[in-house]
């Protein structure tokens, strides 16, 4: 008895094993779920806000240089030979223009200092510190256009497996129908009512469904792969997408500025804040500066050894001023000007492109309207002729194959409207990323 009941429970646990496990490779990601994992784990997205964190860390380090700078420097020297000095022999009551060398000094010197520098008045920190800010704000938009694209991209991509994934029904549908095609000829031909030939083409028709069902298969896995890699998720996962696809009418969409719009517009931003930064390099700097310390001099040799330590410190004021430097500045803020008048010409070409964009997006999506529509009414007209097939078949004036024939018809109109609505939805995701809306 016992025996029996442990048996049971294994079966048990097996069944439910491997209904989860069904469950698990069936398991069906809808079009958020995508984007919200790709937007949390793509490797992309992540370069782009770490290069935000660095543009903050660069701002920091800029602003850093308004602090004072404070180090501690020593050195110790010991010479094997002093340095010579030349001594006017006239000093000594000898002959002018005459000279005796002479070497003065100990060999041990050692010094340590207590240096520090303040600036005073340095015009391109200000500069350098709007410069990194703009540089931010430049990661940020990266960042966000990229999201934009990533979005985009798994749009399509997923629009592009539901397709295939139609059609891989659509050719299994086929090749039920055409199996029972060739049943009905084979029971024909065997009652001599059909030709061999008319076999051998089904069989071949077949065999062309088959090979056109696995090359489906293959792209729609490349797709789903396409996608893993996007939503940063392990290749060995198995996923699906969703068979349904909504069709609704979309309303206008007010058009605002793109990412690549406010791209061009703040490196336009960025490129005057280097032009200050160039005409203020020419202006004077002032530093605050100074250092306090020991140095040590020191002598080895008996019977007169000693080590001896003098303190000294000083402050003082530096200014500095260029005041000629080949007119290398002035080269470089030309150059500058031409940049920031390129940019103003790619910023008015950015412009007049996206309004021919969004026109042609425009267009597409009344083509692709219209096509649902004229489709819609392709599959109600498709469905009324298998009905009446249907019906004639019953009181035999049609044949089975007849039957087929206007099912066939019935799935392609329907795989039609489908490839119709997912082409309207591309248009609409292309018209929402040319108007600055796809999110």
């Excluded at 029996?4 to 490779?25: M, R, S, Y």
């Excluded at 090749?175 to 051998?200: F, P, R, S, W, Y």
């Excluded at 007049?352 to 425009?362: F, G, M, S, T, Y």
């Excluded at 489709?375 to 004639?392: E, R």
Aim: charged fraction near 25%; charge should be positive; glycine fraction near 4%.
């Amino acid at each position: 008895m016992n025996l029996l009941k442990n048996k049971i429970t294994i079966a048990l646990l097996l069944f439910l094993g491997a209904i989860v496990q069904e469950a698990q490779a069936q398991e069906i990601w809808s079009l958020d779920k995508c984007i919200e994992t790709a937007s949390v784990n793509n490797k992309k997205l992540k370069l782009e806000k770490n290069n935000i964190e660095i543009g903050k860390e660069r701002k920091s380090q800029v602003k850093s240089n308004r602090l004072p700078k404070i180090k501690i420097e020593t050195d110790y020297k010991y010479f094997i030979e002093l340095p010579y000095q030349l001594m006017p022999m006239s000093v000594f009551g000898g002959p002018e223009g005459q000279f005796k060398e002479a070497q003065f000094g100990v060999p041990h010197n050692i010094n340590a200092n207590l240096q520090f520098a303040l600036p005073l008045y340095n015009p391109q920190i200000k500069s350098n510190v709007e410069m990194a800010k703009i540089g931010i704000e430049i990661a940020e938009l990266k960042y966000q256009k990229s999201e934009e694209q990533l979005y985009f991209d798994i749009s399509n991509l997923y629009y592009n497996a539901q397709i295939l994934l139609s059609q891989l029904d659509f050719v299994e549908n086929n090749l039920e129908n055409i199996g029972k095609l060739k049943n009905n000829l084979q029971l024909l031909k065997d009652h001599q009512l059909a030709m061999a030939t008319d076999v051998d083409k089904v069989s071949l028709q077949m065999l062309q469904l088959n090979t056109k069902k696995d090359l489906i298969q293959s792209k729609y896995e490349q797709v789903l792969n396409a996608m893993k890699v996007m939503m940063g998720i392990s290749m060995d996962k198995d996923i699906s997408v969703e068979t349904n696809i909504a069709y609704k009418k979309i309303s206008n969409y007010t058009t605002r500025p793109t990412l690549d719009v406010k791209l061009v517009e703040t490196k336009d931003k960025l490129l005057k804040s280097q032009l200050t930064t160039l005409k203020k390099s020419q202006l004077p700097t002032v530093m605050l500066y100074g250092s306090y310390g020991a140095i040590g001099y020191g002598y080895d040799k008996s019977p007169n050894e000693f080590l001896n330590f003098y303190s000294m410190g000083f402050a003082g004021i530096k200014a500095s001023y260029n005041l000629f430097d080949g007119k290398a500045t002035k080269r470089k803020k030309n150059i500058k000007k031409r940049e920031i008048a390129n940019n103003a010409l790619q910023l008015e070409l950015l412009k007049d492109q996206n309004v021919l964009k969004i026109k042609n997006a425009e267009l597409k999506i009344a083509i692709a309207r219209k096509s649902v529509e004229t489709i819609q009414s392709q599959i109600d007209f498709a469905k009324s002729i298998y009905d009446k097939t249907v019906l004639q078949q019953k009181q035999g004036l049609a044949s089975t194959n007849d039957v087929l024939l206007a099912d066939n018809t019935v799935r392609q109109a329907q795989q039609d409207y489908i490839s119709a609505i997912v082409e309207y939805l591309k248009a609409d995701l292309e018209l929402k990323k040319l108007s600055g809306n796809i999110k």
